[in-house]
């Protein structure tokens, strides 16, 4: 085995185009599964048994079930399925696969947030007889989401490494150039190299920007209960993480 310069300059524009088609699919893809894992968090915290049993069943049937199977199926296996079956270009079915997957985990650290909050909180929102509105607006939601952000930012950081299994269905990402590129010059150590590269200058930033953030609102947490009795952050994380 031989290392060309060469291959590296002829395959780094490829690569470079398909890099930002990778990072705007994980900003798609964390989008969806925010917004989604709101609509989780919601449909558990309906009182009543039938559906809490029927949310808790999908839940778990879409994380026991690998992001690449989930992508096959809606690519391959859903237009074929009668009345239902909806064909999807590449990059939507990259969105709703990886999105509604990772939703499900983004689900539990809303609601880990929500639980964090302290009781009391709840029983002065209910005292002052606010509306629901006004009570998840005002009361609860401005204390639950900030020590969320650290664990959303790990997933930002997880799914911009899942991202390259959407070259599977045909996404033209950092990973499928390098493919293509190989396919054509029988060069893959060059392109492949350059792809690791760039994820590993990519998220090794983020990752450490993500730990300072954690110590930042760590402090800011332990100051706030100096008891260390309030830890349902870390529950949350440790069962469903």
Same mark, same amino acid.
């Given at each position: ?69 989930? +992508?096959?199926?809606? %690519?391959?296996?859903? $237009?074929?399925?009668?009345?239902? =079956? !909806? @064909? ?67 997933? +930002?950081?997880?799914? %911009?490494?899942?991202? $390259?299994?959407?070259?599977?269905? =045909? !996404? @033209? ?69």
């Amino acid at each position: 085995m031989t290392w060309s310069w060469n291959y590296v300059w002829e395959s780094l524009p490829l690569i470079f185009e398909g890099m930002w088609i990778t990072l705007g699919l994980t900003i798609g893809c964390f989008a969806f599964a925010m917004l989604f894992g709101f609509v989780w968090t919601f449909l558990r915290r309906i009182p009543w048994t039938p559906v809490q049993k029927l949310v808790g069943f999908l839940l778990e049937f879409i994380r026991s079930t690998p992001p690449l199977v989930q +992508l096959f199926f809606l %690519f391959y296996a859903w $237009p074929m399925v009668p009345y239902v =079956g !909806v @064909t999807l270009d590449p990059i939507s079915c990259a969105i709703l696969g990886l999105g509604g997957h990772f939703s499900t985990y983004i689900s539990e650290i809303y609601r880990s947030g929500i639980e964090s909050v302290d009781k009391g909180q709840w029983e002065a929102a209910k005292a002052l007889n606010l509306s629901t509105g006004k009570k998840w607006t005002k009361i609860i939601l401005p204390q639950a989401i900030p020590p969320t952000i650290p664990m959303l930012g790990n997933y +930002l950081i997880i799914m %911009f490494k899942e991202v $390259p299994l959407t070259a599977t269905i =045909g !996404v @033209t990402g950092m990973l499928h150039a390098a493919e293509s590129f190989g396919a054509q010059t029988f060069a893959y150590v060059e392109p492949l190299t350059l792809v690791a590269l760039f994820f590993l200058a990519m998220s090794y930033p983020s990752a450490v920007l993500i730990r300072k953030l954690e110590k930042k609102f760590n402090r800011r947490f332990d100051k706030k209960n100096p008891t260390g009795t309030n830890n349902n952050m870390d529950k949350g994380v440790a069962v469903n993480g």
